[in-house]
């Protein structure tokens, strides 16, 4: 397992994780209640200049975490030329880069741990009604932790295919990396039984 938490130091990394978290909802509400290309433009300008404030190491680590959209932003676009809506479709795509991007920001300047510690003090009013929410804390823990592995994993096996074949994979990576999520979930689950479980 890896931290998203980026190990380049910046003075986000020491604002507190609810005013980000929070910060975060607001923006992304901001950025689905706004429909201009320009707009978005100006967001995704915005984002990356903020990046680029903690060097230039910092800008590309997080534009390198932003190369797996490109094939959800090509599927969107595709559609939205045969559609002849291409406005639509380039809304839709910087929304999502500046929402991914955004994103990332937090998780990279925030401790998974700071994160948990805000989703607990969130679900507290819930405890108060008996109901358990450490499945849903686990959870989102997981999740976060799990979705860079993965990407990871699925990396190498592109790599794999492309050094044995010659070709770049289209779905014969699909089988192996469902595998290798099952594995990952198995080994998950009996070291959580081994700790007490929940």
């Not at 980000?20 to 995704?44: D, E, I, P, R």
């Not at 915005?46 to 959800?72: C, K, N, Q, S």
């Not at 998780?107 to 358990?132: A, C, E, H, N």
């Amino acid at each position: 397992m890896i931290s998203l938490t980026s190990p380049i130091r910046t003075c986000a990394h020491n604002w507190p994780a609810g005013p980000k978290l929070m910060a975060l909802c607001f923006a992304t509400m901001v950025l689905f209640a706004q429909n201009g290309v320009m707009f978005h433009l100006s967001v995704f300008a915005l984002v990356m200049a903020i990046y680029a404030l903690a060097g230039r190491t910092f800008l590309r680590f997080g534009l390198t975490r932003l190369r797996g959209l490109w094939p959800f932003i090509a599927v969107v676009m595709i559609w939205h030329s045969l559609t002849k809506d291409t406005t639509l479709g380039a809304t839709i795509s910087l929304r999502l880069l500046n929402a991914v991007a955004m994103a990332n920001l937090v998780t990279l300047t925030t401790k998974l741990s700071d994160m948990i510690t805000v989703v607990q003090w969130m679900t507290t009013p819930l405890r108060r009604f008996g109901l358990r929410t450490k499945q849903l804390e686990l959870g989102i823990a997981l999740v976060v932790r799990f979705t860079p592995v993965l990407a990871y994993k699925g990396m190498q096996l592109a790599d794999a295919w492309r050094a044995r074949s010659g070709k770049r994979p289209k779905w014969q990576t699909i089988v192996p990396l469902a595998v290798l999520a099952i594995d990952d979930a198995e080994y998950v689950a009996d070291a959580i039984k081994a700790r007490g479980g929940l």
